[in-house]
Nanobody
């Protein structure tokens, strides 16, 4: 199993930017597809973005398209989520996750087998 550690969360004003990082260890990272999810208080954990092992394929939830970008650096065993034009509704704990296969349902939590502990993102209005 792979260990995942997120960082980069914080408090930002609406319209601002943050970059989240997720460092992986314990398993060949370059073979893994990676995803970002988020969970706001009282809500279900929802899919945000995913990226294939080689970075050639990405998927995003509609609400973040054009604002968020997922990318990875396999030499550093790290996946990133660049978040621009942040909105108060983006406030949540953000989690990264990994899976051996970039399948047809990267939106589902059950498609992933390893998770990080999460990092808080708070966007003030």
């Amino acid at each position: 199993q792979v260990q995942l550690v997120e960082s980069g969360g914080g408090l930002v004003q609406a319209g601002g930017s943050l970059r989240l990082s997720c460092a992986a260890s314990g398993r060949p990272y370059s073979n893994l597809a990676m995803g970002w999810f988020r969970q706001a208080p009282g809500k279900e954990r929802e899919f945000v973005a995913a990226i294939s092992w080689n970075g050639l394929r990405t998927d995003y939830v509609t609400s973040v398209k054009g604002r968020f970008t997922i990318f990875r650096d396999n030499a550093k065993n790290t996946v990133y989520l660049q978040m621009n034009s942040l909105k108060p509704e983006d406030t949540a704990v953000y989690y990264c996750a990994s899976t051996p296969v970039y399948g047809t349902n990267m939106y589902a939590r059950t498609s992933y087998d390893s998770w990080g502990q999460g990092t808080q993102v708070t966007v003030s209005s």
